[in-house]
């Protein structure tokens, strides 16, 4: 079993930046694929970014502005989002797996979820 929580949200405007943290409890930290999902109201959850043990992989949409990184020793997975746009804004989820690999974009093959964290972009 694993849990997870979020943290980092806030409101921040359009150019800014912000860091996300999602804490897991549980063991072999470093055998899951985290991912991080977002969903803006009245919309699906949607793939953001995720990283296996030494591959990252990313939305389209956040290329080149989010960073996502891990630190198995603290159990803790990161996302540096910069360059914050209006249609970032969303409730941020951190999601946990294993037997998937960084590609996997499907919210359904991750097992584990955090509670989420919003993130905010004024114009």
């Known amino acids: 079993q694993v849990q997870l929580v979020e943290s980092g949200g806030g409101l921040v405007q359009a150019g800014g930046s912000l860091r996300l943290s999602c804490a897991a409890s549980g063991r072999r930290f470093s055998s899951y694929v985290m991912g991080w999902f977002r969903q803006a109201p009245g919309k699906k959850r949607e793939f953001v970014a995720a990283?296996?043990?030494?591959?990252?992989y990313y939305a389209d949409s956040v290329k080149g502005r989010f960073t996502i990184s891990r630190d198995n020793d603290k159990n803790t997975v990161y996302l540096q989002m910069n360059s914050l746009k209006p249609e970032d804004t969303g409730i941020y989820y951190c999601?946990?797996?294993?037997?998937?690999?960084?590609?996997?974009?499907?919210?359904?093959?991750?097992?584990?979820w955090g509670q989420g964290t919003q993130v905010t972009v004024s114009s």
């Open positions: 990283i296996s043990g030494i591959s990252t």
């Open positions: 999601a946990a797996a294993r037997g998937i690999n960084e590609r996997t974009v499907v919210a359904g093959a991750y097992d584990y």
